[in-house]
């Protein structure tokens, strides 16, 4: 069974920059790594995903042109940079695992979740 461990949350300032990680353990050949968001009572917001181990990238329209996601393959682990933060950007920030099939922005095309880690943007 794959596993995804997020770190690197915590509060930061408007502008400024932050970056999350994922280490992810038994991939068992899993296609995509994807980050996802979610705010107190909405919906998880399809942020960015990378491909393993081709390392391309998509990303959410949030995300474009502030975020940037990056896989270290010897490290199992994908990283989330995020740049220029507005209080909209915060939010619980979840890694996961893409199934093989599906959207690749879609929710229900992931099947393995981490436990998230906080991210909070002051203003």
């Known amino acids: 069974q794959v596993q995804l461990a997020e770190s690197g949350g915590g509060l930061v300032q408007a502008e400024g920059s932050l970056r999350v990680s994922c280490v992810v353990s038994?991939?068992?050949?899993?296609?995509?790594i994807g980050w996802f968001r979610q705010v107190a009572g909405k919906e998880r917001e399809f942020v960015a995903a990378?491909?393993?181990?081709?390392?391309?990238?998509w990303y959410g329209d949030a995300a474009k042109g502030r975020f940037t996601v990056a896989l270290d393959i010897a490290k199992n682990t994908v990283y989330l940079q995020m740049n220029r933060l507005k209080p909209a950007d915060a939010g619980v920030y979840y890694c996961a695992a893409h199934r093989g099939s599906g959207d690749i922005a879609s929710i229900s095309s992931y099947d393995s979740w981490g436990q998230g880690t906080q991210v909070t943007v002051s203003s």
């Open positions: 990378i491909s393993w181990p081709d390392n391309s990238p």
């Open positions: 038994r991939r068992a050949g899993r296609p995509y």
